[in-house]
Structure formats: structure tokens, C-alpha cells
T-cell receptor, first 111, second 118 residues
Framework: TQLLEQSPQFLSIQEGENLTVYCNSSSVFSSLQWYRQEPGEGPVLLVTVVTGGEVKKLKRLTFQFGDARKDSSLHITAAQPGDTGLYLCAGAGTNAGKSTFGDGTTLTVKP | DTGVSQDPRHKITKRGQNVTFRCDPISEHNRLYWYRQTLGQGPEFLTYFQNEAQLEKSRLLSDRFSAERPKGSFSTLEIQRTEQGDSAMYLC????????????????FGSGTQLSVL
């Protein structure tokens, strides 16, 4: 069974601070996805990383895929209250829809 | 609204009752997935369809669970003889991957059906 461990489980910061959350596994994935989920809603895909060492930027969010394609990180610069939510990573084999999800990092950004 | 639609949003039932959830995917999306999510955990894969064919079921899907996608459009998930442990958010997602490998596959999730079994 492929497991994804996300850390930290909870993170509470002030508006304007920077943060990094991590997604680690002992398994190799064909691709890794990051999602953001708000209470009572389904996850929304933020990015997919495919190549080892790949870095993708989405405004203030920077995603990195580890060289060995086993781990990933999400860095947020100058966090805003609108960034509050549950951040999930999901690793995929040949079928991205059958991804294995981590248990997420719950981020709270206080104004 | 052209997103994934799930109905109902909330369902409260008594233990032992049967429940059925519906998912309407994005039009022309050929893949449809069902996931289950409990509080404090990420979604867990249950089953998926390619058009009307159910291609895989997770070990999590006991024989009390059945899913259908009769015309390759909407899907239903039925749980028979519900148990308290079935309480969870049931999420549906759809996609339209291109090519054999799914690195380009983008999942669109619905808002889920929150099931509470009393």
C-alpha cells in the first residue's frame, strides 16, 4: 500500500508570513497532485507535478517534486486569509483518478 | 453551472436503512470516480467508471455498496443496510483524460454527500 504522509497536520499563522508544507512517501509516483479543500466542499486541483525535480509556480504558491518522485513540498509566500483550507497531496500511478491521498495539512491564516 | 453535481448534499439515516446518492459529472467526461472521506483524513478511492463500464473497485467497497453508471452519464452509489461506520462524506469526481497515461488527467470533484448514520 502506498502511503503519503503530510506534515504538519495543522498550521496556524499570521497574514503575511511564509510557510512550507510537506508530502512524503517511500513510494515512487508517476505524478503528484496538490489540492485545496474548504469545509463542506470537494477538493480543487491546484497543480500536477510529473518530472523529478520539477518546480511549478501558481501566483504565491510554489510546488516542488522531489528528484526521486517520492516527495513534494508546497511553499506559500505572504499568506493571506483566503489561503485558509485543507491542503491535500495525492500520488498517482498510471491512473491519476486512483490517487492515494495524504491526510492533509489544515492551514489557518489569521488576519 | 457545468461542474460536478451531487445529490443530496446531506443525508441522515437510521442504521439498517438503504441510501442512494447521485452524481452528475461534467458533460462528456468519460471517467467518473467515487471516493469516501472521513473527518481528519484524505479521500479514499472506492470505484471508478470508464463510460458505463465499472473498471475497478477498492477493497473498501464491501458487498453492501453498489455503484452504477447505466448510460455512461450520471452515476448512483447505493449503500444497503447502513452501519454507523458508513458515516462519511461521499465524493464524486469526473475527468476526461487524453491518451494512455494519465499524467494529464485532471479531476473535478463535486461538493459531496455528507452521510450520517444514527
Amino acid at each position: 500500500t502506498q502511503l503519503l504522509e503530510q506534515s504538519p497536520q495543522f498550521l496556524s499563522i499570521q497574514e503575511g508570513e511564509n510557510l512550507t508544507v510537506y508530502c512524503n512517501s517511500s513510494s515512487v509516483f508517476s505524478s503528484l497532485q496538490w489540492y485545496r479543500q474548504e469545509p463542506g466542499e470537494g477538493p480543487v486541483l491546484l497543480v500536477t507535478v510529473v518530472t523529478g525535480g520539477e518546480v511549478k509556480k501558481l501566483k504565491r504558491l510554489t510546488f516542488q517534486f522531489g528528484d526521486a518522485r517520492k516527495d513534494s513540498s508546497l511553499h506559500i509566500t505572504a499568506a493571506q486569509p483566503g489561503d485558509t483550507g485543507l491542503y491535500l497531496c495525492a500520488g498517482a500511478g498510471t491512473n491519476a483518478g486512483k490517487s492515494t491521498f495524504g491526510d492533509g495539512t489544515t492551514l489557518t491564516v489569521k488576519p | 453551472d457545468t461542474g460536478v453535481s451531487q445529490d443530496p448534499r446531506h443525508k441522515i439515516t437510521k442504521r439498517g436503512q438503504n441510501v442512494t446518492f447521485r452524481c452528475d459529472p461534467i458533460s462528456e467526461h468519460n471517467r467518473l470516480y467515487w471516493y469516501r472521506q472521513t473527518l481528519g483524513q484524505g479521500p479514499e478511492f472506492l470505484t471508478y467508471f470508464q463510460n458505463e463500464a465499472q473498471l475497478e473497485k477498492s477493497r473498501l467497497l464491501s458487498d453492501r455498496f453498489s455503484a452504477e453508471r447505466p448510460k455512461g452519464s450520471f452515476s448512483t452509489l447505493e449503500i444497503q443496510r447502513t452501519e454507523q461506520g458508513d458515516s462519511a462524506m461521499y465524493l464524486c469526481a469526473s475527468s476526461n483524460p487524453r491518451g494512455q497515461f494519465a499524467t494529464n488527467e485532471k479531476l473535478f470533484f463535486g461538493s459531496g454527500t455528507q452521510l450520517s448514520v444514527l
